[in-house]
């Protein structure tokens, strides 16, 4: 029997992150088909002000304590394990970021139900709740039969629109007790890496690359198109690890969230993880030689290609219309 679904809000700097919208929004929709309340948690320290974002949820469970400002991921998930057996819930979403890392696999062992990653899609088809999962960074996608409709599902960010999670009306607010709950572990200080030559969240074009360009040497291609076009270098990040660009020209979920007019991805294969730093540029433009690669699921314009070959063609045909 399913007594309810629980979204666990996300929040940074002030400000709920989209994915939480698109988790209460998907939240929303199941709840309504399984005729069951919808449940958000906001931990965390000084969070009253984020709660009238969250009135499309039947009720706002707040778990605050000045420890628990970004708190780590064994104490969420004592938190939100003492919430589900108190309320009797049967459906837990994450979101799959940094921000909720590693709280998945911790809470499906505290809870002894299944936990489901990357998930692309939900939906109720007859008595049965259907997940659809990326694997292998997105190259394939499963669908997945949760038993009894219980378990814990991590939406992978860009799956659902956000405005489906957002709603003018006011739910009820219940606090938390955590006397129960020891708080061992927490942050004291959050410290922003200093800032390097160029904002690439602040540029309107942004040429990035990955693996496909295969080394260092094969970045002046990159070049020379911003040379003609304007915009910088960014990267995903296999380019980085090898130190071939700072960290601070990084896109994905552990760089930076970009929103270009403009965004080339040359040889990246379109990961997960780098999807979500730019699934929400205006024109997306990818290069690669596979055909198969996850990124020409999001990209406006594909060529399925060597970018080594391609790339200097390109750059020539720019000149000759330049001049």
């Known amino acids: 029997m399913n007594n309810g679904i629980m979204v666990l809000v996300e929040h940074l700097k002030d400000a709920i992150a989209d994915i939480t919208f698109e988790m209460l929004g998907i939240g ?8 069951v309340p919808l449940f958000a948690v906001v931990i965390g320290k000084d969070i009253n002000k984020h709660l009238p974002e969250l009135g499309i949820a039947d009720s706002i469970l707040v778990v605050e304590d000045e420890k628990l400002e970004m708190s780590c991921p064994v104490t969420i998930a004592d938190i939100i394990k003492s919430i589900f057996d108190n309320k009797g ?12 890392a590693g709280v998945g696999p911790i809470l499906s062992s505290k809870l002894k139900l299944p936990f489901l990653n990357f998930c692309k899609n939900m939906r109720i088809e007859g008595d049965s709740l259907i997940i659809t999962n990326q694997l292998f960074g997105g190259k394939i996608l499963s669908d997945v039969k949760l038993e009894g409709k219980r378990g814990i599902i991590s ?11 957002k709603a003018s009306k006011v739910a009820p ?34 040429i990035s690359i990955g693996r496909g360009i295969e080394n260092a040497d094969n970045i002046g291609l990159a070049e020379d198109l911003v040379g003609l076009i304007g915009g910088a270098i960014s990267a995903s990040r296999p380019v980085i690890d090898q130190g071939w660009l700072p960290l601070n020209r990084q896109v994905g979920k552990s760089g930076m969230t970009v929103k270009p007019k403009l965004y080339f991805a040359l040889g990246i294969s379109g990961a997960p993880e780098h999807v979500e730093g730019m699934k929400d540029s205006e024109l997306i433009v990818a290069i690669n030689k596979d055909p198969a690669a996850p990124i020409f699921n999001v990209a406006h314009y594909g060529v399925c290609g060597d970018l080594l070959e391609i790339m200097p063609v390109l750059t020539d045909k720019l000149k000759e219309k330049k001049s």
Do not use: M, Q, W
């Open 173 to 206: 607010v219940e606090e938390i007790d955590l006397s129960g709950i020891g708080i061992k572990n927490y942050f004291k200080k959050y410290i922003e890496p200093e800032a390097g030559d160029v904002d690439i969240t602040k540029e309107s074009i942004l």
């Open 89 to 100: 819930l049967s459906i837990v979403i994450l979101g799959c970021t940094n921000t909720t």
């Open 28 to 35: 929303r929709k199941i709840a309504d088909s399984l005729n």
């Open 155 to 165: 939406i992978n960010p860009g799956s659902f629109p956000a405005d489906a999670g």
